[in-house]
């Protein structure tokens, strides 16, 4: 009696590995924005360049070891040190694009936890009911809801949201407007809760094209919420930079500014703030026409006016617009004198800028007291107020 052979079973976790020729197939019908822009292969392993821009990692790690420091597409300079940020999105869509070809790239996912798992069990029913048509405002919104809620107590559910390519569904219900149900305001949240938990992830949403769509919510119900995302967003200095140069940015923020309530133009301000420590936005926003609302803004008593005022100071077509205002003189003076250590700081910080191009503005200050009151500040513990103040009173001192 003959043995019959007892055959071994595949392990399900293996693939058998792509010919060249299918490799080839599947490379020529995929998205072009899937090809590295070196290599002109799938990317394995994409990551975004402080340009903006995505590379296959292998790809542009060779190019920056060859000593190259600058974007191989726009060809701007690049840190010494180049960051690479994962883009968790893009290769979460060659992935779920093309399983079998990304599967022979080595994107085989890690191995989960059981309760990982469900996390992302869960976190598949909730986007399914983000992209359904089938999906009404208050569904999604309950989405969302859910969705923020779990992220805020759970970096690992964070990671797992943003690599999963959930970003793209959140941002069309930023698109939605209110869409009932507060579903602009809510997606908004889940983008701020997102964008807090790391510079990689600040960089990657300005990459899949966030800030046009807060932008447009800068407009609606949700403003004050939207001006919050971009602050937190243009922490990251390249992102100062993109969000600046957007077509409306500032702009909108300078309108919210002007026709805002109390959050939304506090908020608005605090934006433009983060904004213009990047000296081309200040520019931009002096440009806006945001000096004379800032003004009015400060003798109403928001501080953080006078902070954005600070700044935009230190460009010289802030500090012409800033001379022509009535009154501003006496209104950075009353927070030298009674405002809090930061507003002390950027008062005196104004008040030194303008005096230095303006013969007129600096008898104005000497006569307000100021020059007193700044020999009394050189010994004030705070090193920031004691520098700026010890700065003015040289100014007002010259002949």
Known sequence: MSKSKTKTPKNPSTTTPLSPLTREKMATELPEYFK???SLDIMSDPVILSSGHTFDRSSIQRWIDSGHRTCP?????????PSLIPNHALRSLISNYAPAFSTANHQLSPTRSDSESDSLSQL???????????SNAEQKAEALGRITALSKSNPVFRSRLTESGAVSAVLRCVDSGDGGAGLQEKALSLLLSLSLDSDDNKVGLVAEGAV????????????????????????????????????????????????GRGRERKEAATALFTLCSFPENRRRTVDCGAVPILIR???????RAVEVIGLLAKCKEGREEIVKCEGVVE????????????????????????CCCSERVKKLVKNEGVLEICLGLIQDDNEKIHRVASNLAKVLQEK
């Open 73 to 81: 597409i726009t060809k701007l300079p690049l840190p010494d040190t």
């Open 212 to 259: 046009a769509r807060i932008i447009t919510a800068l407009a609606g119900p949700a403003a004050a919420t939207a001006a919050t995302v971009l602050t937190s967003l243009a922490v990251v200095e390249v992102n100062k930079a993109t969000i600046g140069a957007h077509p409306g940015a500032v702009r909108c923020l300078v309108q919210l500014l002007r026709t």
């Open 124 to 134: 598949a029913s909730l986007i399914s009911t983000l992209t359904s048509r089938a």
């Open 297 to 303: 803004m400060a003798k109403s008593g928001l501080e």
């Open 36 to 38: 590295c822009p070196i």
């Open 331 to 354: 209104i950075l003076v009353d927070y030298v004198k009674n405002g809090s250590s930061r507003g002390v700081q950027y008062g005196l910080l104004t008040l030194n800028l303008i």
